[in-house]
């Protein structure tokens, strides 16, 4: 690897991840009821396809993946399904979303698992159907099908990235897991390198996690095909885009993926669920979870089953500490806030952080942009965040787009240092979904307009033909109608006609 | 447990600056210049900057209050403070008080309020204020005092307190003893009337070692306050850098042509306000370009108008003319300048 390269702005933050990785990961259990959203991935949501009072086993599937892009959802302990309803979900919109409702029997009861061949021996195509059965998305917090990314779609992928880079102040789940189940992520690696037959993999690590760094680079000594990379830390180095510029100095080309590069950025937790889903048969029914922030007792991280309710964990660390205000679900940095606790876990959850009312940003405290233009310092997709901010204010869609708003990741940079306190990716992602919904608006209008134009002018086209087929009676009848000779003849034309006619307007409709 | 409904905005971790805060580097970044300002001129800068507070913060209520907004947070933000402070130290020391007044309740009721407030002015609000009386009363705006040094019997504070809010002056003094042309205004005049640049410095007091006897310490001043200010991160290299490179090149260019008929780049850089003008005003990040390039060329552009006016133009000083003018510019600067985006093959905009 050797040479680094380095991403325009980017800022550093206290991190705070001493916090919460001093204490070895703990096991939740099973919590008494569990809640799990078929709504969890990026797509459409899962089917449900159990019903009320059904008997479910551990890793029984419990929600059907319906599209493409989708991830089906599986029981996370053995018990009875007790009902299906709406429930407060783990998102920004806050929205109620369907939950299977499971009552756990205690037993912990896998459904059968076979094992399967070496994963070597198993086609690619096949692995990734495996992948896509295990409900399997990145577990990075973007929540994407796995599988999707793991087709290397003709392809000849020079890399499979895996990012560790954990770039977001107070989060060490994926820290946690570097240090303690190297092997499992190593596991994973073998399997997705095989699924996109990539030349190599690289473990790109921020260095501020030593211990993760050292437990993964006697590997790197064993497999020549392995590179664990120390990056320095600045957020957002994990952006996928960052990261590879980083490693590479290339940048992913706008509207397009990694893949245009011939790499593939996968999440180190997502590799290890890989490995359990391959190896181990085992679905996508637990991660590990960081609890904390300064509005938690004792901050710590949980391997947790998804679908149990956050305030489950909120107990295990100790509870809420009197002053503790929001409970985001994320890093500080991208994190949404969640009205309450009673919500369930998901795959996406990396980290539940209690905050003070000392981080208090709201409009008590917002203030006019003066332009001072730190956020076009700090941006790392070198956007000019003042203009999209003016632009976005004023619903001038035409400069947004000018200005390449669909560019910006919403890392949260340009708000951090803004002091004016303007939250700044808010605006960008109004932007973002009315420019959405105004295209869609024109696509349904050009549609509707194309549509018209096709009628009026098959209508057209019959009226000149019934024309033209009267003229030609009328002909006919003058020209000889003693001739019974002409008379039939005449009768034969005008059947092929209307036989034509008939055919072509078959053809139109 | 549930949390409150409303809403709370990201990042969640606590803020690291302020408007306030930045506005009140920028004043305590002046406070070098302000005190040199006093011990070479006397009090009179002061009266200034105490009458067009008082003006600022007035104004400012009102002009708010009428709009229905909040007035503390407001006036707690210190925009009109550093607007005060930076017309009052362009105004002669010892202005009258209602020269002042005028000035600043433009600045910031019609440059500033009116076009919605902080943020929202596409000019510099100080600089549109002190045009307005400079174009209004230019008699009152070319008396400046003498430096102490050069002066017979300097006012006391109460007494420059006194002259500005009644006109009257102490006995001992007369008003052609407090009004002197500036270095900047001589050497124009002079220079117009074909004398050669020896001739106009040579035992003239005023001329100091470079550029004016006491305010090229002032500039100096400015100058430290200034870079204490990149320093603190608060404002950006670019525009003092190409403002006094440009001046800088410009003036050398044509002291290199004609020694005796231009004035020396060091005069240029430390004479009237350039310093003044290149960190703290041109600076106003509101009306100033924004682009990284955009602020490179904002800058060349005031140094070069700055550098046009003095020589040829109808003014002694022309910071707050290039600077208006170089206003104008700064939202096709910056719509033209805009920085290829990670990803984007070519910046077509």
């Given at each position: ?324 205000d929001r ?10 806030t ?19 009312p000392d981080a208090k940003r709201d409009a008590t405290t917002t203030r006019a ?46 708000a951090?240092?803004c002091p004016s306190h303007i939250p700044?990716?808010q ?83 | 447990?549930?949390?409150d409904q409303h809403q709370h905005y990201s990042?969640h971790?606590p803020a690291?600056?302020t408007v306030s ?48 907004q909040p007035v503390a947070p407001t006036l707690m933000d ?272």
């Amino acid at each position: 690897m050797g040479r680094l390269f380095n991403f325009p702005g980017g800022i550093h933050l206290e991190e705070h991840k001493s916090v919460s990785n001093g204490t070895a990961v703990r096991k939740s259990g099973i919590p008494a009821r569990l809640f799990v959203p078929l709504d969890q991935h990026i797509g459409p949501a899962a089917e449900c396809i159990v019903s009320k009072g059904e008997k479910v086993l551990k890793g029984q599937t419990i929600g059907s993946a319906t599209e493409y892009i989708s991830a089906p959802v599986h029981a996370p302990t053995s018990g009875t399904v007790i009902d299906i309803q709406k429930f407060p979900a783990a998102h920004a919109s806050a929205l109620p979303s369907d939950v299977v409702i499971i009552e756990p029997d205690g037993k912990d009861e896998w459904q059968t698992r076979t094992p399967l061949n070496n994963y070597r021996d198993i086609d690619p195509s096949e692995l990734r159907n495996i992948v896509r059965g295990a409900g399997i998305v990145g577990l990075g917090g973007a929540a994407f099908p796995t599988f999707v990314k793991l087709n290397p779609v003709g392809h000849d992928i020079k890399a499979l990235i895996l990012n560790g880079a954990e770039c977001e102040p107070w989060i060490t789940c994926d820290d946690m897991l570097m240090r303690t189940r190297h092997g499992d992520i190593i596991e994973g690696a073998r399997v997705m390198r095989h699924a996109l037959q990539a030349a190599r993999v690289i473990i790109a690590i921020e260095d501020n996690k030593p211990q993760a760094i050292s437990a993964l680079k006697p590997y790197a000594d064993k497999y020549e095909w392995l590179t664990v990379q120390e990056i320095p830390t600045r957020y957002p180095t994990g952006g996928e885009k960052q990261l590879i510029r980083i490693l590479t100095g290339q940048d992913v080309p706008s509207h397009g993926l990694p893949l245009d590069l011939d790499l593939v950025v996968q999440n180190v937790a997502t590799a290890a669920a890989v490995h359990h889903a391959i190896n181990e048969m085992q679905p996508l029914i637990s991660r590990i979870i960081t609890v904390t922030g300064p509005g938690v007792k004792s901050p710590c991280n949980i391997e947790a089953l998804i679908g149990t309710p956050m305030s489950d964990l909120i107990d295990m660390a100790g509870g809420y500490t009197r002053d503790a205000d929001r409970l985001i679900m994320g890093g500080p940095m991208m994190g949404i806030t969640l009205k309450t606790d009673v919500t369930p876990v998901i795959k996406a959850t990396n980290c539940l952080l209690v905050q003070t009312p000392d981080a208090k940003r709201d409009a008590t405290t917002t203030r006019a942009c003066i332009r001072c233009g730190e956020c076009v310092k700090v941006c790392p997709m070198r956007l000019l965040p003042q203009q999209l901010y003016w632009y976005s204010r004023s619903r001038n869609f035409d400069q947004l787009q000018r200005h390449h708003l669909f560019d910006c990741i919403e890392c949260g940079c340009c708000a951090e240092v803004c002091p004016s306190h303007i939250p700044l990716v808010q605006y960008y992602r109004f932007g973002k979904s009315e420019i959405w919904k105004k295209e869609q608006e024109t696509l349904k209008a050009d549609r509707a307009r194309m549509r018209t134009e096709a009628r009026l002018e098959r209508e057209e086209r019959i009226k000149a033909e019934r024309k033209a087929r009267h003229a030609r009676a009328k002909a006919a009848k003058a020209a000889g109608s003693d001739s019974k000779q002409t008379e039939i003849k005449a009768a034969v034309a005008r059947a092929k006609a209307r036989k034509a006619e008939q055919k072509s307007a078959t053809e139109d409709a | 447990m549930d949390f409150d409904q409303h809403q709370h905005y990201s990042p969640h971790i606590p803020a690291s600056s302020t408007v306030s805060n930045v506005m009140l580097k920028v004043v305590l970044a002046l406070v070098p210049g302000i005190i040199t300002y006093i011990a070479f001129f006397g009090w009179g800068v002061l009266v200034n900057i105490i009458i067009a507070g008082i003006a600022a913060l007035g104004s400012e209520a009102v002009a708010v209050a009428l709009r229905r907004q909040p007035v503390a947070p407001t006036l707690m933000d210190g925009s009109a403070l550093v607007t005060a402070i930076l017309l009052a130290l362009a105004l002669p020391p010892h202005s009258a008080w209602w020269l002042i007044v005028v000035g600043t309740t433009f600045a910031i009721i019609i440059a500033k309020q009116l076009y919605g407030g902080l943020g929202y002015n596409p000019f510099n609000p100080a600089m549109a204020g002190y045009v307005v009386v400079l174009i209004s009363f230019p008699l009152e705006m070319t008396r400046w005092n003498p430096p102490l040094s050069l002066a017979d019997a300097p006012m006391s504070l109460l007494e420059s307190f006194q002259y500005s809010l009644t006109g009257i002056l102490p006995e001992r003094l007369d008003l052609d003893m407090i009004s002197l042309a500036t270095p900047l205004d001589v050497m124009r005049t002079q220079l117009d009337l074909g004398n050669s640049l020896d001739t106009i410095t040579t035992g003239n007091g005023i001329f100091g070692i470079v550029a004016g006897t006491g305010s090229e310490w002032v500039s100096l001043a400015f100058l430290a306050g200034g870079l204490w200010l990149l320093f603190e991160r608060i404002i950006d290299w670019r525009i003092p850098a190409s403002l006094l490179a440009s001046l800088l090149l410009l003036s050398g260019l044509f002291s290199l042509i004609d020694s005796s008929n231009f004035a020396s780049p060091a005069f240029h850089l430390f004479a009237g306000a350039t310093m003044l003008g290149a960190f703290f005003i041109a600076t106003d990040p509101v009306s100033a370009s924004t682009t990284p390039v955009g602020r490179l060329i904002f800058g060349a552009g005031c140094g070069i108008l700055i550098y046009v006016i003095r020589t040829w133009g109808g003014y002694p000083d022309g910071i707050a003319f290039s600077v208006l003018l170089m206003n104008m510019a700064a939202p096709l600067i910056d719509y033209y300048t805009q920085p290829r985006v990670i990803g984007q093959q070519k910046n077509r905009s």
